[in-house]
C-alpha cells in the first residue's frame, strides 16, 4: 500500500477558495466512495471535516467541500479564513479491511 | 458527545514493548472499530490497525506482525501493544473511533512514544 499523494502545500489569502487534491489509485479512491478528509493544527489531533467523499460533520462549516473524479478526491475550502491554516490529510478505503491516508498538504493563510 | 482519552508510557526502549490504552466514554463502545493511528515526527498519519468490542481485528500488512490489539469490553477501553520496538516507532499514537463508512470521527489526545535506551 502507498500513501495517497497530495501536494506538500497550498496557499491562498483570506476569502480565496483553495483546492486539495488527493490522488490514489483504482484499488482505493477510484473504487469506493469512502474518502475522508482531516484538518490538524499544530500539536493537536486531526478532526474529521468531510466523510464518504461529499458528507460534512454538522460541526463543520460548509465552506469545507468534497469531491470526487476517477481516482482523484478534492477537498475546496472556500471563504479562508486565518482560522483553516493547518495540515490537511485524506483517507481512503482501500479494500481487504484496510484504508490508507495521504501525505498531508499544510495549508497557509497569507 | 463521545470522548476518548488514551494514556500509556511515554519512553519505552528499543526492542521492548510500546503498550498504550484508550477509554470511551459518553458514548456507546458496541458498533464501531477502535482504530490506532500513528504520526512519526514531522510525518503524515499511518494507519496501525482496528479492533471491535467482540474481537475482531484488522491490520496495517506492514505492521501485522508486531501489532497486539485488544478489547476491554466492560471497560469500554481498548489497547494496543507493539513490540520489537525501534527508533522508527517513535511517534505520536492516536485512537480513535471508526464508523462503518470507513472514517475516523472521534479521537484521543494523543500519546507522544518515545523510543530510546
Known amino acids: 500500500q502507498s500513501a495517497l499523494t497530495q501536494p506538500a502545500s497550498v496557499s491562498g489569502s483570506p476569502g480565496q477558495s483553495i483546492t486539495i487534491s488527493c490522488t490514489g489509485s483504482?484499488?482505493?479512491?477510484?473504487?469506493?466512495?469512502?474518502v475522508s478528509w482531516y484538518q490538524q493544527h499544530p500539536g493537536k489531533a486531526p478532526k474529521l471535516i468531510v466523510y464518504?467523499?461529499?458528507q460534512r460533520p454538522s460541526d463543520v462549516s460548509n465552506r469545507f467541500s468534497g469531491s470526487k473524479s476517477g481516482n482523484t478526491a478534492s477537498l475546496t475550502i472556500s471563504g479562508l479564513q486565518a482560522e483553516d491554516e493547518a495540515d490537511y490529510y485524506c483517507?481512503?478505503?482501500?479494500?481487504?479491511?484496510?484504508?490508507?491516508f495521504g501525505g498531508g498538504t499544510k495549508l497557509t493563510v497569507l | 458527545q463521545m470522548q476518548i482519552q488514551q494514556w500509556g508510557a511515554g519512553l519505552v526502549k528499543p526492542s521492548e514493548t510500546l503498550s498504550l490504552t484508550c477509554a470511551v466514554s459518553g458514548g456507546s463502545f458496541n458498533g464501531y472499530y477502535w482504530s490506532w493511528i500513528r504520526q512519526s515526527p514531522g510525518k503524515g498519519l499511518e494507519w496501525i490497525g482496528e479492533?471491535?468490542?467482540?474481537?475482531?481485528?484488522h491490520y496495517n500488512p506492514s505492521l501485522k506482525s508486531r501489532v497486539t490489539l485488544s478489547p476491554d469490553t466492560p471497560k469500554n477501553q481498548f489497547s494496543l501493544r507493539l513490540n520489537s520496538v525501534t527508533a522508527a516507532d517513535t511517534a505520536v499514537y492516536y485512537c480513535a473511533s471508526r464508523r462503518s463508512r470507513w472514517y475516523l470521527d472521534h479521537w484521543g489526545q494523543g500519546t507522544l512514544v518515545t523510543v530510546s535506551s
Open positions: 483517507c481512503s478505503y482501500a479494500g481487504s479491511t484496510s484504508y490508507i
Open positions: 464518504q467523499v461529499t
Open positions: 479492533i471491535n468490542q467482540s474481537g475482531s481485528t
Open positions: 483504482s484499488d482505493d479512491v477510484g473504487s469506493y466512495d469512502l
